[in-house]
């Protein structure tokens, strides 16, 4: 059986050194907020080529934080991708705004910067995009308009650690860069975990306080804070997996270049272009027939994923939010798109496999 992901397997490679950084955090006897983070986080901003970045619990946490600290009225509006994974929509929601969805370009699966300039409105106040599966979004029209609109930018990162747009890292180019660190991220913790990249020392400060119970200083409260800290067990793993992100996402683009050879062209495959340097976090396909696909792929010892079954506006969660609205290209996204197997476990012989029983379909 060829998995879909074998998180043991992917993080083989890296126990020894779990063993030591567990046995020394043990030692050390500081759990919260001590070295381990401080260090991760100074290590995760020089790779993104940003001057700050502060650990908090969650990717969902990152994004929020991030709104939060940005301190936009109530119920003014974010533009968000809507075939985006929920948590994106969730932290404008929790933030006290209003999610605004706009369709994605049906070629590379992100946010369509012909679209943006339609959806803004008079209470629009920031652009939420995301590098969904680990490819960069088309950055340089989006940040023209959001400058010429006014508009704040976040980028939701949380499947694109290392991704490149134009040869510079993601998660530099907005107000904030919101990362996860989910375990079956390229760069994945063995729990939950997440970061904000920034550029601007105050906006750092404002998520350091936030995460904190809005302290930067013990028993002193400036803010409504909220406890969401990057554990230091978990900071600790991550600075070991950091050292060799490179070397996973390069394996999974090794992986991805034999979908892309090898595939036949029934299959839609993911668009690749010279301005990205994708890391396929996900590497999906889309075929009209999904499902008999996905049933055709197990009964031959092949597990996939979907990412993801359920549009946005569809979940239940979500009704009286856009109840009104339209979206049919994130329903042709979802109806059709099948997550194949790439992970820093499987080998090239894998794939190989994987193609060879899918051009018999």
């Not at 060829?2 to 043990?26: C, D, G, V, W």
């Not at 500081?30 to 650990?55: M, S």
């Not at 009225?73 to 809507?82: A, H, R």
């Amino acid at each position: 059986m060829i998995e879909f992901e074998n998180l043991a397997q992917a993080n083989r490679p890296f126990f020894e050194q779990y063993k030591e950084s567990f046995a020394e955090t043990m030692e050390r006897g500081w759990f919260i907020l001590g070295e381990n983070v401080r260090h991760f986080e100074q290590e995760f901003a020089r790779y993104c080529g940003v001057p700050h970045c502060t650990g908090v619990a969650s990717g969902l946490d990152a994004l929020i934080l991030a709104l939060r600290a940005l301190d936009f009225p109530p119920g003014n509006e974010v533009l968000v991708p809507s075939n985006t994974y929920i948590a994106t929509i969730l932290a404008v929601l929790h933030a006290g705004l209003k999610p605004i969805l706009v369709e994605p370009d049906i070629t590379t699966y992100n946010i369509d910067p012909r679209r943006i300039e339609d959806a803004v409105g008079p209470k629009t106040c920031a652009i939420m995009l995301v590098h969904l599966y680990g490819k960069s979004c088309d950055m340089d029209p989006i940040l023209k308009l959001a400058h010429r609109r006014g508009l704040k930018v976040v980028e939701d990162c949380a499947q694109a650690h290392g991704a490149k747009y134009k040869g510079r890292r993601v998660g530099g180019f907005g107000d904030f860069g919101a990362f996860s660190f989910y375990p079956t991220k390229n760069l994945g913790a063995l729990g939950d975990g997440g970061a904000v990249a920034s550029n601007d020392p105050r906006l750092d400060a404002m998520i350091g306080k936030l995460r904190n119970y809005g302290s930067d200083r013990k028993y002193y409260n400036e803010l409504i804070g909220v406890n969401s800290r990057l554990d230091e067990l978990q900071a600790g793993f991550l600075s070991i997996k950091l050292t060799r992100l490179d070397e996973i996402n390069a394996h999974k683009r090794k992986l991805a270049q034999i979908y892309l050879d090898g595939l036949k062209e029934d299959f839609i495959k993911p668009a690749v272009s010279a301005d990205c340097f994708d890391v396929y976090y996900i590497f999906n396909i889309r075929h009209s027939r999904r499902d008999a696909l996905r049933e055709y792929l197990l009964g031959h010892e092949v597990k996939t994923e979907i990412h993801y079954p359920v549009p946005p506006h569809r979940q239940k969660a979500m009704q009286g939010v856009f109840d009104k609205n339209s979206f049919p290209l994130s329903e042709e996204i979802h109806a059709t798109t099948l997550s194949l197997p790439i992970s820093y476990a499987h080998s090239e012989d894998d794939i190989h496999r994987v193609v060879e029983i899918m051009n018999k379909f």
